[in-house]
Each structure stands twice: as structure tokens, then as C-alpha cells.
């Protein structure tokens, strides 16, 4: 898989990008705050038109084109799989919202010049970012981590990308049912179709995410154990939000790990768990107005040589094991749909010692296309710039430059 064309108006901060990239390995250089960063997610945001980072579209459109009457950001790229060429088109549009001052975003899809749903993005194009934010999927709260895990699945399975939109519609239907319920708006017996409904859908979802982490892990231990020497063995726990729901010590669980392997249990028996555990909580599902098992709740962690790194791990030790994960996905994507995916690294190198940078730079230059940012060309070995395009970054704009 390869990008081709990129072109890009009113984009973070590019107001207008029109550039080609070549194969293989691409160096973005230039200081802070010129655009590098942002250059890497615009790419990433052609897999599915969503930002790991920001929930808000309204923010990837340029601070200036939001004075302007009619605000708006435009994607556009042409990138080949399997020698196919494919053009996708993302436009971010800025309306007016409900209140006075309020704008709120809408996109618009098209492939090929043809009109799609978002999620038929799904599949089209396959990338992997890492930014130094992406500690947060360690350091954060579990929604960090579901999200993290949601966009490297939907990039590799359609049907998981589509079963989370519907997931999310019947939550949302099914949490409004259970905030009317104890005002005698309607009776506790509708809460069946909708948990059918939700039972099916999340049994999918769960059985799925299982699978994923247990791949993942067995392709990110080996790069773990490269990057930490072979002092460290990493390990990926998956703790589905299906359990016992009732208080304890005055806090509700958000997850719970029974223990189980969840990528060796069955689909069906999932779905029996899920449907137990809405029926075991329906009267604090009342009282709270919010459905408490199922994926929305779900978690999962990184455990190094058996710690868990989201409360115990080192900011080193949790670089390392997102990094891993990352390079693990390159792999786990080129398995899944055949075609590896773009490789995006940001300021990478900058917190590795030197035999780290070589363990990450050996695992780089085998995928089709990366590009990677830096500030520092001394930071790579002057073989590795002989063989790579290089180019600055400063302002927005794009300049080919040397070795």
C-alpha cells in the first residue's frame, strides 16, 4: 500500500499542500510547530476519517478559514493497493450549532468521486501513527485505550468499524429507555428487545477485540523484548466489562477479569455472559439511568515481566511498550488485509539510546512506505540517509532537500 498524491487545504496548520511522496522511507525535518505533526495526521486521517487525539473535528480546520463565512478543511489523496488506484476525498465542514457562537462539524466521504458513508472508508487505505501523545493509550483512562484499539481494528475489519456504529445507536437508545423507566415514561419489559438488540452486537465486538489483543501481543513480544534487550517480556490482558455489577466499597467495577481467555471462548458463550450480566444489574441499571456491562466499558493492559504498566510503568517503560504495540499493528495489519500499511512516526527517536534507534530503524525499512519526523538528522546514521528521501518542513510547506 502506498500514498501517492496528497493534497490538503485549510488543514491544521497547511492552507494549502499540494505534494507527491515516493516509496520507501521519507525523512520530515524541521523545528517545532512547523507542521510535521500534523502533515502525519492528515495521512492517518484518510483510514477513517477520525483523529485518535481529538474527538472534535471543528479543530483540525485552520485557526484562519474558521473566520471565514463558510469554514472548511479538504483531504483529498490518491493512493494505490495491489496496484489499484484509489482517491479519497474527506471534506470537514463548519456549520452554525443550535446555540449562538456554537459551530459543529460534518463530514462528507467520497471514493473515487462517488458519495460514501464514512465507514466505507473501512479497509481503503491502512495506516499506523505513533505521536508522543499516544502514551495516553497507556497513561489515560480506559476510553483511550478502547479508541486506540477501535481504530486499528476498523482499519482491518469492515464489519467491526460498521458493528461499532450500531452498537453505539442501540447504547444510546437502550440508556434513554432506562432514564425513563423509573419516571413511569414506559415499562422495564421494553429493556428485552433492546438488550437483544445490544447482546448480539456486543458479543461480536468482544469476541473480535479478544482475537485482536491476542495477536497483537503475540507480534509486539518480540519487538518488546528487542527494544528492552530481552530484560522485559510483555504481555496484553483483555478485561471485558462483563461481571459481577453491584457496588463495591461505594465504587462500581468498570471492568472485570475473571481470569477467562476471552479469544478461546466462543461467541455464543460471550453472548450468554453479556446477557447475565445485564440481567443480574437491571435494577442499578435503573437507578443509574446507563447500561453497565458490555464493550463500552471495556478495558485492557500491558502488563512488562508482569507489572501493569497503567499504574506501576516508567515513562520509559511505557514508551517502549506502546512503540511495540505499534510496530506489532504494522505487521498484524499486513496480515489481515495483505498490504502493509503506511508507517507514521513522530519525533520516534528522540527518547531511544542508540542501540534502540537501530532495533526501530531495522523494523522501518521493511514495510512499503514510511515517513518519519525529526528535528535532528544526527540522530540517523549517514548510510540510512543515503538511502531515503529527505525533506523540510517549515511553515506549512514542503521542500525536497540533499542528504
Not at 500534523?38 to 485518535?52: D, F
Request: proline share 4%; with cysteine; aromatic share 6%.
Amino acid at each position: 500500500m502506498r500514498l501517492t498524491n496528497l493534497s490538503l487545504t485549510n488543514f491544521r496548520n497547511f492552507v494549502r499542500l499540494e505534494t507527491e511522496f515516493p516509496p520507501g522511507v521519507t525523512l520530515l525535518v524541521g523545528s517545532n510547530a512547523q507542521g510535521k505533526t500534523s502533515l502525519l495526521e492528515s495521512i492517518h486521517y484518510l483510514t477513517g476519517a477520525a483523529n485518535p487525539h481529538t474527538r472534535n473535528d471543528r479543530n483540525l480546520v485552520n485557526f484562519l478559514a474558521l473566520q471565514e463565512q463558510q469554514p472548511f478543511a479538504r483531504l483529498a489523496a490518491e493512493v494505490y493497493r495491489e496496484e489499484r488506484l484509489q482517491r479519497i476525498e474527506i471534506r470537514i465542514l463548519i456549520d452554525n450549532g443550535s446555540s449562538p457562537g456554537e459551530l459543529r462539524a460534518r463530514k462528507q466521504v467520497l471514493l473515487n468521486g462517488v458519495k460514501k458513508r464514512v465507514r466505507d472508508l473501512s479497509g481503503v487505505f491502512n495506516a499506523v501513527l505513533f505521536v508522543p501523545q499516544d502514551l495516553r493509550v497507556l497513561e489515560g483512562p480506559p476510553s483511550e485505550r478502547r479508541r486506540y484499539l477501535d481504530v486499528a481494528l476498523s482499519q482491518a475489519d469492515p464489519v467491526y468499524a460498521q458493528n461499532t456504529t450500531e452498537y453505539a445507536k442501540v447504547l444510546t437508545q437502550r440508556n434513554a429507555l432506562l432514564k425513563q423507566i423509573p419516571e413511569s415514561y414506559t415499562n422495564s419489559d421494553q429493556l428485552e428487545f433492546w438488550d437483544k438488540q445490544l447482546v448480539d452486537l456486543a458479543a461480536d465486538l468482544v469476541r473480535s477485540r479478544a482475537l485482536a489483543l491476542r495477536e497483537l501481543q503475540d507480534l509486539a513480544s518480540p519487538f518488546h523484548q528487542d527494544l528492552t534487550r530481552g530484560e522485559e517480556t510483555l504481555r496484553i490482558e483483555y478485561s471485558p466489562a462483563i461481571g459481577d455489577a453491584s457496588p463495591r466499597d461505594g465504587q462500581l467495577p468498570m471492568s472485570l477479569n475473571d481470569g477467562s481467555d476471552w479469544a478461546t471462548i466462543q461467541r455464543a458463550e460471550i453472548r450468554k455472559r453479556i446477557l447475565s450480566a445485564l440481567e443480574r444489574s437491571r435494577q442499578e441499571e435503573i437507578a443509574r439511568g446507563m447500561t453497565l456491562s458490555g464493550p463500552h466499558r471495556d478495558d485492557f493492559a500491558f502488563l512488562s515481566n508482569g507489572v501493569d504498566l497503567r499504574t506501576y510503568g516508567s515513562r520509559g517503560q511505557n514508551r517502549t511498550a506502546i512503540l511495540a504495540a505499534k510496530l506489532a499493528e504494522v505487521d498484524w495489519l499486513k496480515q489481515r488485509s495483505g498490504a502493509w500499511p503506511v508507517l507514521l512516526l513522530d519525533e520516534v527517536l528522540s527518547e531511544l539510546d542508540v542501540e534502540r534507534r537501530e532495533a526501530l530503524l531495522a523494523c522501518v525499512v521493511k514495510v512499503q512506505q514510511a515517513l518519519i519526523t525529526t528535528t535532528d538528522l544526527a540522530m540517523f546514521k549517514q548510510e540510512l540517509l543515503g538511502q531515503v528521501a529527505i525533506w523540510r518542513v517549515a511553515s506549512g510547506s514542503l521542500t525536497p532537500m540533499q542528504p
